[in-house]
């Protein structure tokens, strides 16, 4: 079983749809979780990075973390066209200050106009 | 402010070949971790340099191999090219305190002809 799984897609929805991206893991010694979005050809960028369960919220963005369940969501509400990224969650456990990062293998979004 | 800055952008090299890859931190941070991606997969870890010395390292072989300078910049030296090392390299830095967000470069794509 992988550390961290994620549903590869792809995704495509219509402009202004609720989009639902998630990631299971495996490892409970994970505390920290982000997501990043990576553009074609650019590297990934951080979007949200949350520590404890329940959710947080940005823009329209919403990291939701269930440690529980080993499940962590990431929501976009009203969807554009400029969000057609590929979304990868991340995670990373507390070991002495190193900072490995866990990724799963992302999720291709297109938002359509 | 620069943020994480890689060169080259783009590089093809042929089987058996050596490369290095170069990485400028984004001001203020002093870690610099280094990832694989391969085309339609998360990044994978390879190591992390912190005070010049490799701090932790994921599961690569030896002919994966770095350096970190004074001024925090690195270098990913890859000897012995496989056609399976053509993939995007990925630079990150992050200041020294443990528990922070990483930020990444854009990375080298590496072709292996």
């Known amino acids: 079983q992988k550390e961290v799984e994620q549903d590869p897609g792809p995704l495509s929805v219509p402009e202004g749809a609720i989009v639902s991206l998630n990631c299971t893991y495996s490892n409970s010694a994970f505390q920290y979780f982000m997501w990043y979005r990576q553009y074609s050809r650019k590297g990934p960028e951080l979007l949200m990075y949350?520590?404890?369960?329940g959710n947080k919220e940005d823009g329209r963005f919403t990291a939701q973390v269930d440690k529980s369940s080993k499940y962590i969501s990431l929501f976009i509400r009203d969807s554009q066209p400029s969000d057609s990224a590929t979304y990868l969650c991340a995670m990373r456990a507390t070991q002495g200050g190193s900072e490995k990062l866990v990724f799963g293998k992302g999720m291709k979004l297109t938002v359509n106009p | 402010d620069a943020g994480v800055t890689q060169s080259p952008t783009h590089l093809i090299k042929t089987r058996g070949q050596q490369v290095t890859l170069r990485c400028s931190p984004k001001?203020?941070?002093?870690?610099v971790s280094w990832y694989q991606q391969a085309l339609g997969q998360g990044p994978q870890f390879i190591f992390q340099y912190y005070e010049e010395e490799e701090r932790q390292r994921g599961n690569f072989p030896d002919r994966f191999s770095g350096h970190q300078f004074p001024n925090y910049s690195s270098e990913l030296n890859v000897n012995a090219l496989l056609l399976g090392d053509s993939a995007l390299y990925l630079c990150?830095?992050?200041?020294?305190?443990?528990?922070?967000?990483?930020?990444f470069g854009n990375g080298t794509r590496l072709t292996v002809t």
């Open positions: 949350t520590y404890s369960s």
């Open positions: 990150a830095s992050s200041p020294g305190t443990a528990n922070s967000p990483l930020h």
């Open positions: 001001s203020g941070h002093d870690t």
